[in-house]
Every structure is written in structure tokens, then in C-alpha cells.
């Protein structure tokens, strides 16, 4: 990484900085796959592989060199009857990914759902970054998190004069760190969590009233108009405006009903019937009820009611026919839930 003091007034003014983006010297920050083969053989591992590599492999340095994370494979190999785990990320605290997060809320939680998911993300990336600067610039922050080895990068295009690069979580060990982010991401901030279990136990028992309040009850406590990543969301084009809401909201429901356990999956924006409903939780148990969640937004300013709000959801749930495409999937059982959203306000109906 850059000097901090590297500077024309430094006696430290001229190094020469090989980054993570970097030709220079690639292969000699971590092991190859090359070195990594040769070391499972001879300790008589090579069976265990592919498994090693989706742990701990999955940095690439320069444009295409891939490079394994050198002290989990150390760990790994020094005694491999301990199994795969997280070795590296053990040693170290890794709040600077939820300050990342933080500089804006809106983007780093949708940024962090698309990494989970493997899903693309494009960013433009610095070389030169200084510790002290991310704090005050989420696109300086996602370069720091590439250095510090909790991205990787590829694909690189020229756009407008800077490099865009694809971003992605470089393997499994590095992905529970994410994981327990986004699963920890209220609890850490409001010790909420007797909150939150209400609301996923109220919707489970398909008590979708009490789901209602409880989470109106939430949005009073955790949601501060400033969360939505623009401090004077106000002053911008009510389009944009929406736009803002609209993913905000769609966000931390999103984030919310991850919270859900094991026994189910959480889909976002997947198509189903004629469209793709915004939230989808299916059971791994098929005789379980499965859930369609849609949201309609509007800021304060506009004119549609909560109520108007809800009805767009709920028609837009049966012309679309969301509830047809769950069922094709061998789902019996289906509640379809729309909300309307406006400011701290929350209406929900049952279609």
C-alpha cells in the first residue's frame, strides 16, 4: 500500500508501491496454485483440493495471477485434521468492513447483498490509498478493503480515463466475514434482537398484523432519514428521490429478513410468473409456507397514500402472477404481502 508520508517533503519521497492492481512482483505476496498444489501432495492432501482452494484462494494480483492467502494455508496445511476453517480472518478485527458500510448505508448494505450473492459489482478503484482518507469517501473505502485482502479484483475496462474493475469476496473464508456482517448488522447497531425475532416469529406464524406493527415499531427506532445516503435528499429531483427511498427500503427489508435461519432462502428481485416480485423467501421444507414480499415507495412529498401504495403492491402481485410462478416450484402454501412505504410509515395487505 502507499506511504502515508511518502511525500516531496519526506526524506521517503521516491518508493517504488506494488500494489494489489500491480505486474510487478505478483506472485510473490502469497503462495501460486502452482506452490499450493505441490504442497498438498506432499503432505499427502491432494484430495482435499478443490475444497482448499475455494477456502483460501481467489486473490488475484496484477490482472490474473491468483494467489492464496499465505497464513490460512500455513494453518490449513501445519494440521490439516483441524479441517477448513477461518484462519486468517481471526487475526484481526474486521470492523473496518462495517465502517465501510457505514460511510453510506444505502450502498454498503446493497454492495454487500451483491457480493454474498455473487452477483457483479463495478467500481472504480485507487492504488494510492491512504488509511486516514477512507472515512470520508465510500469509493476510497471499497479500494482500502481490495488492499487489505477482502475483495479481489478482475476485469478491468478504461472508463473515462480511469480503470473500472469488477469486485467480488475472493473465497469461503472471506465470505463469512460478509455473512456475519449483514446477520449482526442491527444487533451491533441498536441491540435490537428481541426486536427482530418478534418480527420474524410474528411473520413465520403468519401473523402478518402483529408483523406489521412490530416492524413499524422498528422503523420508529432503527431508520433515520439521513440512512438513506443523501443528507439533503430533500433538495434532490423527486425521481431521484424516490429512486433513494426505494432502494433504501428495499435494503433493510432485505437485510431484515435475511435474519430468517437456515431453513429457508431469501431471494431478491428473481423472476417468477410475468416479473420478478422484490422479495421472495422459499422453505427448504416445500410443505412450509413460502413468502412474496412487493413494495411500492413514495417520498413525503408525494401525493399517493398508504393505502394507494399497498393496492399498487398487492395488484401488482396478482397481474404479474407471482404467486403462480412460487407454486410452479412444488409450493403449496403462498402469502403474498404487499407494503407501502412513506417516510417512517408502513401499510401492508395479504393478496
Known amino acids: 500500500m502507499k506511504i502515508a508520508q511518502e511525500s516531496i517533503f519526506s526524506d521517503f519521497n521516491n518508493p517504488l508501491v506494488c500494489t494489489v492492481l500491480s505486474e510487478d512482483f505478483t506472485t510473490s505476496f502469497g503462495f501460486t496454485e502452482d506452490e499450493v498444489e505441490k504442497m498438498a501432495e506432499y503432505l499427502g492432501v491432494s484430495s482435499n483440493l478443490e475444497d482448499i482452494k475455494k477456502w483460501y484462494n481467489g486473490y488475484i494480483f496484477g490482472l490474473d495471477t491468483v494467489i492464496y492467502n499465505p497464513w490460512s494455508i500455513i494453518k490449513y496445511m501445519y494440521n490439516p485434521k483441524n479441517g477448513l476453517k477461518p484462519y486468517w480472518?481471526?487475526?484481526?478485527?474486521?470492523?473496518?468492513?462495517?465502517?465501510?458500510?457505514?460511510?453510506?448505508?444505502?450502498?454498503g448494505k446493497q454492495v454487500v447483498e451483491k457480493l454474498i450473492k455473487g452477483e457483479e459489482v463495478k467500481k472504480v478503484l485507487e492504488e494510492n490509498v491512504v488509511y486516514q482518507s477512507i472515512k470520508d469517501n465510500p469509493n476510497v473505502a471499497w479500494s482500502f478493503l481490495l488492499h487489505a485482502g477482502y475483495l479481489k479484483a478482475y476485469g478491468r475496462e478504461k472508463e473515462n480515463n480511469r480503470f473500472e474493475y469488477k469486485i467480488a469476496i475472493p473465497n469461503i473464508e472471506v465470505k463469512t466475514i460478509y455473512e456475519d456482517m449483514i446477520l449482526n448488522f442491527f444487533k451491533e447497531d441498536t441491540n435490537i434482537s428481541a426486536d427482530i425475532e418478534g418480527i420474524i416469529t410474528s411473520l413465520l406464524k403468519c401473523d402478518i398484523e402483529k408483523f406489521e406493527r412490530l416492524l413499524k415499531e422498528?422503523?420508529?427506532?432503527?431508520?433515520?432519514?439521513?440512512?438513506?445516503?443523501?443528507?439533503?435528499?430533500?433538495?434532490?429531483p423527486e425521481v431521484e428521490q424516490d429512486i433513494r427511498y426505494e432502494n433504501f427500503h428495499h435494503g433493510f427489508m432485505l437485510g431484515l429478513l435475511m435474519l430468517i435461519g437456515t431453513g429457508y432462502t431469501v431471494e431478491s428481485n428473481k423472476e417468477y410468473g410475468l416479473g420478478r416480485p422484490?422479495?421472495?423467501i422459499l422453505p427448504k421444507d416445500k410443505e412450509?409456507?413460502?413468502?412474496?414480499?412487493e413494495f411500492k415507495w413514495e417520498s413525503t412529498k408525494g401525493t399517493k397514500t398508504l393505502e394507494t401504495l399497498t393496492n399498487i403492491a398487492l395488484n401488482q402481485i396478482k397481474g404479474q402472477k407471482y404467486k403462480e410462478g412460487v407454486q410452479a416450484h412444488g409450493y403449496k402454501n403462498v402469502v403474498c404481502i404487499g407494503a407501502g412505504f412513506k417516510g417512517k410509515e408502513i401499510k401492508m395487505g395479504v393478496a
Open 89 to 107: 480472518i481471526n487475526t484481526s478485527d474486521n470492523r473496518i468492513i462495517k465502517e465501510v458500510m457505514q460511510l453510506d448505508k444505502l450502498e
Open 218 to 236: 422498528l422503523y420508529l427506532k432503527q431508520v433515520s432519514y439521513n440512512d438513506v445516503g443523501a443528507k439533503n435528499i430533500e433538495e434532490l
Open 278 to 280: 422484490d422479495i421472495v
Open 288 to 293: 412450509k409456507t413460502a413468502y412474496i414480499f
